[in-house]
């Protein structure tokens, strides 16, 4: 746990945990990972995307192949520098 150090408590994993912090009021979600981020497993966006689908959040999810954690805009990675155009479409879309 790269973020919460080896042993963090119940209440903050429950508290950090995305997932599980999902209702109805979720704002609408867009999200892009890596799906070799050795920071950030890709497994936490999945089970985010999962739980918007749950309840029904419009989402967007992108899996870019390859990539370290924190590339932000990504301007000089060949695939994941995408995110920021896909990103504006979506975001147009909802009227932004």
């Known amino acids: ?9 119940d209440e903050i994993v429950l508290q950090l945990s995305n997932e599980l912090q999902v209702t109805p009021d979720t704002p609408p979600t867009f999200l892009w990972h890596t799906a070799d981020d050795a920071a950030v497993d890709i497994e936490n966006s999945l089970m985010f995307a999962a739980q918007l689908s749950r309840h029904k959040i419009p989402y967007e ?3 870019f192949e390859s990539g370290e954690h924190g590339l932000g805009l ?3 990675h060949p695939e994941a520098k995408a ?3 896909l990103c504006e479409t979506w975001l147009r879309k909802r009227g932004f």
């Open 1 to 9: 746990m790269n973020l919460l150090g080896k042993k963090p408590s």
């Open 61 to 63: 999810l992108h899996i």
């Open 74 to 76: 990504a301007e000089h």
């Open 83 to 85: 995110w920021t155009k």
